[in-house]
């Protein structure tokens, strides 16, 4: 049984840091592709940062050079760490476990989610 538990939301300030985490179990997961994905109020699902197993990032353009994706195969857990947050920022964040087809990153399984909230 998969499951994918994330933990580290919370409300910073604009211009604040978080790290968010994701613990995974029942999968292998040295070999297995991982992502964050996020959700805003009115919003559809959007992809965040996802990551290889081989370890070979990729940011949507919205985060670039203010996230990054990283993993520890010996802990089974992938990371998002967050900096200079924005407002816009705002959502649920979720884990994903991802599939490849002709190169397409598709999440497999979610996790419940955890929230993200940058205001003053």
């Known amino acids: 049984q998969v499951q994918l538990v994330e933990s580290g939301g919370g409300l910073v300030q604009p211009g604040g840091s978080l790290r968010l985490s994701c613990a995974a179990s029942g999968i292998s997961f040295s070999i297995t592709a991982m992502g964050w994905y996020r959700q805003a109020p009115g919003k559809q699902r959007e992809p965040v940062a996802t990551i290889t197993s081989g370890g070979r990032t990729n940011y949507a353009d919205s985060v670039k050079g203010r996230f990054t994706i990283s993993r520890d195969n010996a802990k089974n857990t992938v990371y998002l760490q967050m900096n200079s947050l924005k407002p816009e920022d705002t959502a649920i964040y979720y884990c994903?476990?991802?599939?490849?087809?002709?190169?397409?990153?598709?999440?497999?399984?979610w996790g419940q989610g955890t929230q993200v909230t940058v205001s003053s």
């Open positions: 994903a476990r991802l599939t490849y087809y002709s190169g397409t990153p598709s999440p497999r399984s």
